[in-house]
């Protein structure tokens, strides 16, 4: 279990698996389990096999990041990719944070000489498209499939697990095969909103191994990247 007691922007971002206070969890579930799978008609089908294929194409890449909070603060930093399973939010000041996952938890670090918390890769919203396979759609997680002038909307949510809340996953639609993620917007449990869009996209050859990599720091030293 995650501690309330963290920053307002690891919420903001990780939302992981706790129950929001005003609601409990059977509430929850029973909420999830009232929706049924979303209908999808075949041009929505046609454009989430799209996004599969992208994604599953999608394998190494570098992009700056902005990201809003829930009360409207703005962080910046820089994001690499590297799938299946391995990303990495480095954040610039003010903001002190590092936010890694090496392809089975993901770690953060508030602060250079700070204690190191991992949780579940799962815990992430961008698990789905961490997977070694995406395959959006076939756990009925597709809330809904909208086009926009140039963009393509993804919603997805596990009704199993409604607590993680959910995630829309927002990409550059220049028609056919020719997608790129430029956004995701999370609302949580709670109906709090974080948005995080991407700038600057460049697919990265090699990406260095350490990269992906965050050592819990020596007693009495600095924390080692």
């Known amino acids: ?28 579930y029973a909420m999830a389990q009232d929706r049924p799978p979303v209908d999808l008609n075949a041009q929505q089908r046609a454009d ?16 700056g ?84 002038t140039g963009l393509l909307r993804v919603r997805l949510r596990d009704p199993k697990e409604p607590e993680k809340g959910e995630i829309t996953l927002i990409f550059l639609d220049r028609g056919g095969n020719n997608l790129e993620l430029r956004q995701w917007v999370v609302i949580d449990a709670q109906g709090l909103t974080t948005q995080i869009g991407l700038s600057d996209i460049r697919p990265a050859g090699a990406l260095d191994p350490k990269l992906f990599i965050l050592l819990d720091p020596a007693p009495g030293s600095q924390n080692r990247r």
Do not use: H, W
């Open 1 to 28: 279990m995650l501690d309330y007691a963290m920053s307002s922007l690891f919420r903001g971002f990780l939302f992981v698996c706790l129950l929001a206070a005003c609601a409990s969890t059977a509430t929850l």
């Open 48 to 63: 989430l096999g799209r996004v599969n294929t992208y994604l599953n194409q999608l394998g190494r890449l570098s992009a």
């Open 65 to 148: 990041f902005m990201q809003i909070a829930p009360d409207g603060a703005v962080s910046r930093g820089n994001f690499f990719l590297s799938r299946p399973g391995r990303m990495r939010f480095e954040y610039a000041p003010p903001d002190d944070m590092l936010i890694i996952a090496d392809g089975t938890s993901v770690a953060v670090r508030e602060g250079a000489d700070a204690m190191i918390n991992r949780y579940p890769i799962g815990a992430t919203p961008l698990s789905p498209i961490l997977e070694e396979k995406v395959r959006l759609g076939a756990k009925n997680e597709v809330a809904a499939v909208k086009r926009d």
